[in-house]
């Protein structure tokens, strides 16, 4: 994999899963920070919030971007999922060549009928697959994409309601530049 196809970390992941665009002589100058060397995407497959079956390889020819939520995060969730819907409205025409892809952090209360709310209310639900599953079908996601290393309890956390630290910290804009430079022309 050359560094054109590169998986470039924001805040979450994103993933190049088109071909590099023909034009590109050298990599362009990414806004967040590359992963070198790179890394290829896990494949897998989950169910989003309408019930469909989205596998990863499936989104081949779009660039994705993935990150990891739980419908009842008090602040840093709804704080990316806010961003992510700038994100869609700044890559304008292009946002059909990008697929954001939210995996849940918490399956046991992330329910089809809980992600579907929430991507209601956050105005997501045709702009994102946010993807359940199983603790067991989950775990080997979260730990190849270093979940398990930002999925760590804040205080304040009692049984059964869990707070989790999540990094909130991009720009909309820097990010819609990356996903562009992605973009095959």
């Known amino acids: 994999m050359n560094a054109r ?9 994103v993933l190049s899963l088109a ?16 992963l070198d060397p790179p890394r290829p995407a896990l494949d897998f497959a989950l169910r989003d919030q309408s019930g469909r079956l989205v596998r ?3 989104l081949h020819g779009q660039v ?3 990150t990891f939520l739980y419908t009842t995060c ?15 409205d700044l890559l304008g025409e292009h946002r059909t060549k990008v697929a954001i892809v939210a995996v849940t952090v918490d399956p046991e209360r992330d329910t089809m009928a ?26 080997p996601i979260w730990e190849y994409y270093w979940v398990g290393q930002v999925r760590r309890e804040l205080s304040g ?23 562009e430079a992605l973009i095959e022309p």
């Open 5 to 13: 196809r590169a998986i470039v970390i924001l805040f979450s992941v």
């Open 19 to 34: 071909s590099p665009p023909a034009g590109w002589s050298r990599p362009p100058e990414f806004q967040g920070q590359v």
């Open 56 to 58: 990863l390889s499936a």
């Open 64 to 66: 994705v971007v993935l």
């Open 74 to 88: 008090p602040d840093v969730c709804p704080l990316i999922t806010g961003k992510l819907h700038e994100v869609t």
């Open 114 to 139: 809980a992600v579907t709310a929430y991507s209601r209310r956050w105005a997501m639900l045709d702009r994102w697959r946010f993807l359940i599953g199983t603790q067991r079908q989950l775990g």
């Open 157 to 179: 956390s009692t049984p059964g309601h869990p707070h989790y630290g999540i990094g909130p910290d991009f720009r909309p804009a820097g990010m819609a530049h990356d996903l």
